[in-house]
Every structure is written in C-alpha cells, then in structure tokens.
Nanobody, 125 residues
Framework: QVQLVESGGGLVQAGNSLRLSCATSDDTLRVYAMGWFRQAPGKEREFVAG????????RYADFLKGRFTVSRDNAKNMVYLQMNSLKPEDTAVYFCAAGRSAVVVRAAQSYYDYWGQGTQVTVSS
C-alpha cells in the first residue's frame, strides 16, 4: 500500500504560481509512474500531467499549453507540479496518484492504483 499526501494548494490570484508537492514514505517510489489529476466542482476528475519512474518521460493534458511542469525527486520520495500563469478555470482539487509501472505514463485514471486525498487550489480573478 502506497500512501500519498499532497500539499501546497491554496488561494492565489490569476497569473500567479503555485507548486504542489506529493509526498510518500515509500522508498520504492521510483517503480511507479506518477500522475496528477484534478477535479473541479461539478466536473469529472481529469488528467493533468504524468511522469515516469525515472523522470525521463512526461505527459501533459493538451489544455495546459505549457503552463504546468511535473517533476520528481526519487531520493526524497517527492513528486511536484509547478503551476504557472494560473487561471480561474484551474480551480480544483488536485490529486497525485501512483501508476502500475515505472515506464508507461497514461492519462487513464484506471491505470493508477494509489491516490492521495487531494489539495485544494483556488484561483481568483
């Protein structure tokens, strides 16, 4: 069982930045591809970004247009989501999740077996 804890959310004005963190006590984090998802009020949870176990492969949702960057530090058992140029439509609860292999990065939620509780991001206009 992999336990994931997100942090770094908060209230920011549009145009500003936030960095989300996902922490785990699991020393084998490198064997999991990691994903970031978000769920806005009244909407389904959607894929935001993912990264392979080594960090060598990343994948992003098309709607981001280069504003977000996913990274990881396996030595610290941490995964990050740097969010720049935030917009009100980025308001959501953001979740990190651990996938089924280290190599493949998928957008499908069914690929991810372990999920954190989420952190709220609110962007004001």
């Amino acid at each position: 069982q992999v336990q994931l804890v997100e942090s770094g959310g908060g209230l920011v004005q549009a145009g500003n930045s936030l960095r989300l963190s996902c922490a785990t006590s699991d020393d084998t984090l490198r064997v999991y591809a990691m994903g970031w998802f978000r769920q806005a009020p009244g909407k389904e949870r959607e894929f935001v970004a993912g990264i392979s176990g080594s960090g060598g492969t990343t994948r992003y949702a098309d709607f981001l247009k280069g504003r977000f960057t996913v990274s990881r530090d396996n030595a610290k058992n941490m995964v990050y989501l740097q969010m720049n140029s935030l917009k009100p439509e980025d308001t959501a609860v953001y979740f990190c999740a651990a996938g089924r292999s280290a190599v493949v990065v998928r957008a499908a939620q069914s690929y991810y077996d372990y999920w954190g509780q989420g952190t709220q991001v609110t962007v004001s206009s």
